[in-house]
């Protein structure tokens, strides 16, 4: 059945380098991906909504040329965490919508040192 | 502005005690209501989609459940596996179809 992967599972990097976090749909065609970071024991929060082929939109507080988004195809979309400090350390997940269909990818966890 | 409110915030039960869990929501126009299970350290794992009030959806222990402001995940006879949080959303059938997210419930289910 359709699912959304998600690569890598776990990053640890050093503060100051970039870390690139790809999402793809099997199966089903994801015409919105939304990316959501989500800190221990809180809800998710959405970071940007991203549509294939046109530029993300991004929610308020998150800074776009620090969190870079590409959705270049129904069934890829990548977030990049750049220049990345301590507090970037979070589970970042991605869900895809088709329109009919909706699923998580299973979650990155990025730790910054 | 769309809101979900999912209740109670944790939930402890022994194994085979039946309960439900809620989520009321407002919505302008309502395109769809998402119950989602999430582990530890997962990303969260889709349960069900119910569409117009009155549908029903059941998965082994699990049955969903939507009226015209709340849904409701009712778990019967749950055992220790069924422990996760469970995550709802809606989805307005208008804008940037943006999922709007409870906080969840947490259940234990101890043996």
């Known amino acids: 059945g359709a699912v959304v992967s998600q690569h890598p599972s776990w990053v640890i990097c050093k503060s100051g380098t970039s870390v690139k976090i790809e999402c793809r749909s099997l199966?089903?065609?994801?015409?919105?991906m939304f990316w959501y970071r989500q800190f221990p024991k809180q809800s998710l929060m959405l970071m940007a909504t991203?549509?294939?082929?046109?530029?993300?939109?991004?929610e308020q507080g998150v800074e776009k040329d620090k969190f870079l988004i590409n959705h270049a195809s129904l069934t890829l979309s990548t977030l990049t965490v750049t220049s990345a400090h301590p507090e970037d350390s979070s589970f970042y997940i991605c869900?895809?919508?088709?329109?009919?269909?909706?699923?998580f990818g299973p979650g990155t966890r990025l730790t910054v040192t | 502005e769309d809101q979900v409110t999912q209740s109670p915030e944790a939930l402890r039960l022994q194994e085979g005690e039946s309960s439900s869990l809620n989520c009321s929501y407002t919505?302008?126009?309502?395109?769809?209501l998402f119950w989602y299970r999430q582990d530890p350290g997962k990303g969260p794992e889709f349960l069900f989609t119910?569409?117009?009030a009155g549908e029903e959806k059941e998965k082994e222990r699990l049955k969903a459940t939507l009226t015209k402001k709340e849904s409701f995940l009712h778990i019967t006879a749950p055992k220790p596996e069924d422990s996760a949080t469970y995550l709802c959303?809606?989805?307005?059938?208008?804008?940037?179809?943006?999922?709007?997210f409870g906080r969840g419930t947490s259940l234990i289910v101890h043996p």
């Open positions: 869900l895809g919508d088709s329109g009919h269909e909706q699923y």
């Open positions: 199966d089903f065609q994801a015409t919105t």
């Open positions: 991203s549509n294939e082929g046109s530029k993300a939109t991004y």
């Open positions: 919505v302008s126009g309502l395109r769809g």
């Open positions: 119910l569409y117009s």
């Open positions: 959303a809606v989805q307005a059938d208008e804008g940037s179809y943006i999922p709007t």
